[in-house]
């Protein structure tokens, strides 16, 4: 089942051939995501760290990370996947999770994996409007169930590049000001051949998309605020407004002056 609404999204779905299946994305973007994985063989890369997961393994992806699934084989990948903002889970029960909190094993008696079953449950047997109502009260109860920490076992991440995790620390230090890939090659002495080798090898995209992925995040965000596009781009590091705009319809398929009607309009 997919439901899709303002501000809550649930996708429960089954890839038999996950290796040449198009849906799994490098991204970063500004809500929160949950991903339950329920079977396969594959890794979650966020950012530096990288996840080897397993059966009943819980992801807690937080706002503007990199990250992605990497397919490790063609066994049959199921996993529930649920994305929302702090409108429907609060700022405050989420800064209750500890930040190290990235990846943990929900055994199959435990409270985590019983409330996954209830929302397959409930997706396969309510109406989408009676679903959202009980999703959004299921949700809650995972992150309650999280700030508890004695339901699972976390995962201890293995860190994918000890330059790496330098290089990613600086770019995010400095995401709106960074104004070349050869800044930052000469910032920790490598060329930049060598630094696109890097991110394509350990995150699978260049260090310039890297940058504006994020940048274009966060431009999204101020615009659903209300800001307006004209006095978005340049604090989110963009030189000119005809290469932000060209590269946010790129991204997200319409441009930055409908984002705010989409956003209202949205059920």
Do not use: W
């Amino acid at each position: 089942m997919i439901l899709d609404l303002k501000n809550l999204t649930y996708n429960h779905v089954v890839f038999k051939n996950p290796k040449v299946n198009s849906d799994f994305k490098n991204h970063s973007h500004n809500v929160y995501e949950l991903l339950f994985f329920i079977k396969g063989e594959a890794s979650y890369v966020i950012e530096n760290r990288k996840y080897d997961l397993k059966k009943n393994d819980l992801v807690f992806i937080r706002p503007n990370l990199y990250h992605y699934v990497q397919i490790n084989s063609n066994a049959e990948y199921e996993r529930i996947n649920v994305s929302f903002d702090s409108s429907v889970v609060s700022r405050e029960l989420l800064k209750k999770i500890p930040k190290e909190i990235e990846v943990v094993n929900c055994p199959p008696s435990s409270i985590l994996s019983e409330i996954f079953g209830r929302m397959e449950y409930y997706s396969a047997n309510l109406l989408d409007i009676e679903f959202a109502d009980v999703l959004t009260s299921l949700l809650k109860e995972v992150f309650y169930a999280l700030s508890l920490s004695s339901d699972g076992i976390l995962n201890i991440p293995s860190e994918i590049s000890p330059l790496l995790t330098k290089i990613l620390k600086y770019l995010n230090d400095n995401l709106f000001t960074v104004s070349s890939i050869k800044e930052i090659a000469d910032e920790f002495f490598v060329t930049e051949q060598y630094l696109h080798r890097i991110f394509q090898t350990q995150l699978k995209i260049t260090p310039k998309k890297y940058i504006n992925a994020k940048r274009l995040s966060h431009a999204q965000k101020l615009i659903q605020r209300g800001k307006k596009p004209v006095d978005v781009y340049s604090e989110c590091g963009f030189e000119t407004y005809v290469g932000f705009y060209k590269q946010y319809v790129n991204t997200f398929g319409y441009s930055p002056s409908k984002e705010k009607c989409l956003t209202d309009l949205k059920p």
